[in-house]
């Protein structure tokens, strides 16, 4: 058994949040491998911006104000470079990023990082390539997340559903493109069709209220687009997205240059949902093109492949399959082992 010790500086969650509210892909998939490294016997703790002190699935959570311990076999300094410096006993020190790299390519960055970090842990390949070459390193280690345990064993759809559409990401990421494809290329061609949005500034806490002006902009536009069968329900948890999941046809996501793994996509692949992507940021590592849904290149041929997969029963099927069958290929407890590779 080890002692795992993870520091955090950023929003305000702990391991009981998932289980209330909505959270962001990062923070949930770093509650999901604490609980998980927990669950493999090592004494793991986190130390973050939570109210107080809560021990939850084997983690114990602490307010990142109070200290961290003296030492760890291996800490992880997640995301901020405020706290690379704050166990320098620790066996092993490595730097967990999820975001473009590139904001890590500062002085009070780089410096820490050649000085405390024995490895910098990315969460794919092309988010790996964020991060310039000349750049201090003393090891690249990549580690995708888990694939969620809750979407990989849950029951999928029995049967085709309806012509429902679905879009569950941050609204600032590729949303009002959507919005134009959606009412004028693929609901004209679908008039029963139905786009539910999952989407809000709830979700991102602090850093979504600062957008929440912008978002808000966004969010009018869908709301005015009701006659073409859109429909803005705000983030749901993620029991409520399951059964939503189970409901819906094929969600559609234009992608991003900053998403670097995208839980959001990875959630609904693990349920069977075809998805309709394009080749932006992580996204065709997400999706595997004319298998488990598309990875277009054109405007043209994303609204395509989603008119297809809303009206081509037999093409559905085959997709879900395709999904169902790569559901269990990585799921967290391969990505705790991953991790347990980094200790000293």
Known sequence: MARIVLADDGIEFDGRTPEERPLGGAESSLVSLMEELAARGHEVSVHNNCTAPVSHKGVSWAPLKDGLPDTADLFIANRSDKVLPLMPRAGRTVFWTHNPATYMVKWRYLSKLWKYADAIVFIGDYHATTYPGWCPVKNRVVIPYGLPDEFSTTEAAAAVPGPRAVFTSNPLRGLDWLLDRWSRDIQPQVPSAELFLFTGAAV????????????????????????????????????????????????????????????????????????????????????????????????????????RLLTDDSLWSAQQSAALAKRRSWLWADAAEAWERLLP
């Open 204 to 307: 991102y806490g602090a850093a979504g209220d600062a957008k929440a002006e912008v978002m808000a902009k966004v969010l009018d536009k869908a709301k005015a687009l009701e006659e073409k069968g859109v429909r803005l329900q705000g983030p749901v948890p993620k029991q409520r997205l399951i059964e939503e999941f189970r409901q819906a046809r094929v969600m559609l996501y234009r992608g991003d240059i900053n998403e670097t793994f995208c839980m959001s996509v990875a959630e609904a692949q693990c349920m069977g949902l075809p998805t309709v992507v394009t080749d932006l940021g992580s996204m065709a590592e997400r999706v595997a093109d004319g298998e488990t849904g598309y990875v277009a290149q054109t405007d043209a041929a994303f609204s395509e492949a989603a008119v």
